[in-house]
């Protein structure tokens, strides 16, 4: 069975964008093979909030050979003719699980992380913590949440930029 990935960007204080949903304190590091990552994946899903960022970023949520699904309850899907668009996350998430193909990424969205985590939706975490303090922004896991264990499955230092990529397994 397929798997759903949260795979996420995050400041050091644990937020994924900053206040005003700002991402420009990413950095990239060269060592990174987005080639891999990307060929792991064949789905996208991401949340309303995610879904807006990346079309304001100047271009489309999906990456060539993905399908692009976004979860929202205000979205339709005659305004987002690039995207499936949904407002039942559990039904859609189980429907792509049970599909043949490769893993799904879990882009961004800490609501979106929050609403599947305790229905057990989310089956690994990776986390490239940067090293930056924003002290306020928008966290990993949107509040209230619940918990989940979490099993380490890989991490990696990259020297050049001091990211920390960390790998889970939900447990």
């Not at 990174?32 to 990552?37: E, G, H, L, N």
């Amino acid at each position: 069975m397929r798997r759903v990935c949260y795979s996420v960007a995050m400041s050091l204080d644990g937020y994924v964008a900053g206040p005003k949903g700002e991402v420009d304190w990413i950095v990239v590091d060269p060592e990174i093979d987005f080639a891999t990552f990307f060929a792991g994946y064949d789905t996208v899903l991401l949340g309303r909030n995610s879904y807006e960022a990346a079309l304001q970023m100047g271009g489309g949520v999906g990456m060539p050979g993905m399908e692009a699904h976004v979860i929202s309850s205000t979205l339709r899907q005659a305004d987002c003719p690039d995207v499936s668009v949904s407002d039942d996350p559990a039904k859609t998430v189980r429907m792509l699980k049970a599909k043949a193909g490769k893993d799904i990424w879990l882009f961004g969205g800490g609501e979106l992380f929050r609403s599947l985590l305790p229905l057990g939706l989310v089956d690994h975490v990776q986390v490239a913590i940067i090293p930056v303090l924003l002290g306020d922004g928008v966290p990993l896991l949107a509040r209230p949440a619940q918990g989940a264990g979490l099993a380490l499955a890989g991490h990696r230092v990259f020297d050049q930029t001091g990211t920390v990529l960390l790998d889970y397994d939900v447990t």
